[in-house]
Each structure stands twice: as structure tokens, then as C-alpha cells.
């Protein structure tokens, strides 16, 4: 069962950053896509950035120029980093492989932005 694990999450001020990771138990250099998820209290997971195995990206429009994602497929790993954060970027961080999902969701990690 491959087994995610993210971690970078913390406390935060508004304007301030982050740097998420993401570890993957095992390869992805066969996975095509790799996307960052958040989840807000009382709402859904929603994707805000994915990476392809050549190199494509696609932000949600909420994050688009402030949350660059990257990989590194001999690390097993993705990393988002967040620059720039607002109040409403306070969420639970996901990665996961495929459009959609390609695994079992890992715990996540906790990224809060308040003064």
C-alpha cells in the first residue's frame, strides 16, 4: 500500500510562507501527474497544483502566482511552496498521484494563517 506522507505545515502570519513536502513511499517516476489538495474546515478538497512528469503545471486560480510547485522524482517526493499567505490558505495540505487520487489520502498537514 503506498503510503504518503507531507509534512512543512505550521502556524503562519498573513504575507509569511511555507514549504510543504511531500514523500511517496514508493516511485513516481511512472506517475504522471502529482498534485498538491487542500482542505478548509467544513469544506471540500479542492486540487490548487499539479506537476507533470514533463514538467507541466497547473495552478488554481486562488493560488496562481504565490504557491510554485515542484518534484523530485528520484526523492520520491513534491514540494509546494507557499508564499504570500492569506487567511483563506488556511487548510489541511494533501499530495496524492493522478487526477483525481490515485491513492489512499495521507494525514495531510495543518497550514493555519492568522495574526
Known amino acids: 500500500q503506498v503510503q504518503l506522507a507531507e509534512s512543512g505545515g505550521g502556524w503562519v502570519q498573513p504575507g509569511g510562507s511555507l514549504r510543504l513536502s511531500c514523500v511517496v513511499s514508493?516511485?513516481?517516476?511512472?506517475?504522471?501527474?502529482m498534485g498538491w489538495y487542500r482542505q478548509a474546515p467544513g469544506k471540500q478538497r479542492d486540487k490548487v497544483a499539479s506537476i507533470t512528469s514533463d514538467g507541466r503545471i497547473n495552478y488554481a486560480d486562488s493560488v496562481k502566482g504565490r504557491f510554485p510547485i515542484s518534484r523530485d522524482n528520484a526523492k520520491k517526493a513534491v514540494y509546494l511552496q507557499l508564499n504570500s499567505l492569506k487567511s483563506e490558505d488556511t487548510a489541511v495540505y494533501s499530495c496524492n498521484g493522478g487526477a483525481t487520487g490515485l491513492w489512499a489520502w495521507g494525514q495531510g498537514t495543518k497550514v493555519t494563517v492568522s495574526s
Open positions: 514508493e516511485s513516481i517516476f511512472s506517475i504522471v501527474v
